[in-house]
């Protein structure tokens, strides 16, 4: 069974200060990885993925992600956060032999300050 | 093109009614997904489906029933609803393995309270 574990309920930063968003997976076949980002009273809106390929991916809004296998993790950063990254956000697990269902993490509620 | 849209946005029901919840897409997406979103819990998958007339179980299934009559439409039902049941509810559609687009869609949400 995949399982998806996210570090941290809420994680506040400084407008201008690092981003870094912590997930670790567990899965028995390699991962396809998503985060997504959800603003208040939205759906969800994908911010990146890693399928095959390049480990260090690159989404919208300036965030990446990098995939490490060895140490199971795939943590979101941003160099330099924006009163616009306030929002919440969630890694997921998609195995790539079924229906590409999803296992989400419980999210991360960014919290930017001035 | 709508992407995904849910029908209602918000809904109110008392232990023990019933009602569906609509979810249509326009992007000719073979698979779609029914999700719950409780605090602290994330998303959890109810029901999905992969093609028109399919239908399958996810994680936390039980309450609920599912319908694909339509390609573009995925139909969720509650037919006796309990308070355990109040949450958000969204629906999601992606392309088939084959097109390898991963990316599953969300639609707005449905906010379901039960008294």
């Known amino acids: 069974a995949q399982s998806v574990t996210q570090l941290g309920s809420h994680v506040s930063v400084s407008e201008g200060a690092l981003v870094l968003l912590r997930c670790n997976y567990s899965?028995?076949?390699?991962?396809?990885l998503f985060w997504y980002v959800q603003y208040p009273n939205q759906g969800l809106q994908l911010l990146l993925k890693?399928?095959?390929?390049?480990?260090l991916v690159k989404g919208i809004n300036g965030f990446e992600a990098e995939f490490k296998k060895s140490e199971t993790s795939f943590h979101l950063t941003k160099p330099s956060a924006h009163m616009s990254d306030a929002a919440e956000y969630f890694c997921a697990v998609s195995d790539n032999t079924g229906f590409q269902k999803l296992v989400f993490g419980t999210g991360t509620r960014l919290l930017v300050s001035p | 093109n709508a992407g995904v849209t849910q029908t209602p946005k918000f809904r109110v029901l008392k232990t023990g009614q019933s009602m569906t919840l609509l979810c249509a897409q326009d992007m000719n997406h073979e698979y779609m997904y029914w999700y719950r979103q409780d605090p602290g819990m994330g998303l959890r998958l109810i029901h999905y489906s992969v093609g028109e007339g399919t239908t399958a179980k996810g994680e936390v299934p039980d309450g609920y029933n599912v319908s694909r009559l339509k390609k573009q439409n995925f139909l969720l039902g509650l037919e006796s609803a309990a308070p355990s049941q109040t949450s958000v509810y969204f629906c999601?559609?992606?392309?088939?393995?084959?097109?390898?687009?991963?990316?599953?869609?969300f639609g707005p949400g449905t906010r379901l309270t039960v008294t």
């Open positions: 999601a559609s992606s392309y088939s393995r084959r097109s390898g687009n991963y990316e599953q869609y």
């Open positions: 899965s028995s076949v390699p991962p396809y």
């Open positions: 890693y399928t095959t390929g390049a480990t």
